[in-house]
């Protein structure tokens, strides 16, 4: 069974840039994957960054932005702020209606 | 503004049954596509099911087929989540969201809290 891949943990410094990357355990990430980016922080429901690989949600600063790099999928934060300390969804299309989401990055801004 | 609050949410015993409701505001229900997603105690996110809007088609995580199902009321603007034989694994905050043909989650609600234990 083909499983969503993300980086467990990252850190980045503040002002610096990290890119955060979402593949599949077998095969490549594609545009046809419509790869989605959230960002959640503790006790709250998540929010949507990025839809359909590279569309910002409403009210989603131009810092955030996604991509696709190489086989994966990828969210890039540009000038991280201390409030983008956050835990980091992507989810994937797998087919046949099926979605399936990564397992979740956990960033931390130091 | 997209407004969507779920509610239903409880403390089950195993083998229970419970239904979720997701009231929707703020668009044109009937022409999206829902989701929900659950979110075990300490755990990542878990795609649960997917619905369209017009088409109705329906679509099931393999944890959860043929134990929950996924309905909605466009007069009542309302999704549903009908959970069956809950198992102790099943306890997790239950979220509905919004969909769009290229993502299953635009928009999200708060969630509500399903607890299964004896």
């Known amino acids: 069974q083909t499983v969503v891949t993300q980086e467990p943990s990252f850190s980045v410094s503040p002002g610096g840039t990290v890119t955060l990357t979402c593949g599949l355990s077998?095969?490549?990430?594609?545009?046809?994957?419509?790869p989605s980016w959230y960002q959640q922080t503790p006790g709250q429901a998540p929010r949507t960054l990025i839809y359909?690989?590279?569309t910002r949600s409403s009210g989603v600063p131009d810092r955030f932005s996604g991509s696709i790099l190489g086989n994966k999928a990828a969210l890039t934060i540009t000038g991280a702020q201390a409030d983008d300390e956050s835990d980091y969804y992507c989810v994937l299309y797998m087919g046949s209606g099926i979605w399936e989401f990564g397992g979740g990055t956990k960033l931390t801004v130091l | 503004e997209v407004q969507l609050l779920e509610s239903g949410g409880g403390l089950v015993q195993p083998g229970g049954s419970l239904r979720l409701s997701c009231a929707a505001s703020?668009?044109?229900?009937?022409?999206?596509?829902m989701s929900w997603v659950r979110q075990a105690p300490g755990k990542g996110l878990e795609w649960v099911s997917g619905?369209?809007?017009?088409?109705?088609?329906?679509f099931y995580a393999d944890s959860v087929k043929g134990r929950f199902t996924i309905s909605r009321d466009n007069s009542k603007n309302t999704l549903y989540l009908q959970m069956t034989s809950l198992r102790a694994e099943d306890t997790a905050i239950y979220y509905c969201?919004?969909?769009?043909?290229?993502?299953?989650?635009?928009?999200w609600g708060q969630g509500t809290l399903v607890t299964v234990s004896s």
């Open positions: 077998s095969g490549s990430v594609s545009t046809s994957s419509y």
């Open positions: 359909t690989t590279n």
């Open positions: 969201a919004k969909s769009l043909s290229t993502t299953t989650c635009k928009e």
């Open positions: 703020g668009f044109t229900f009937s022409s999206y596509g």
């Open positions: 619905m369209g809007g017009s088409s109705g088609s329906t």
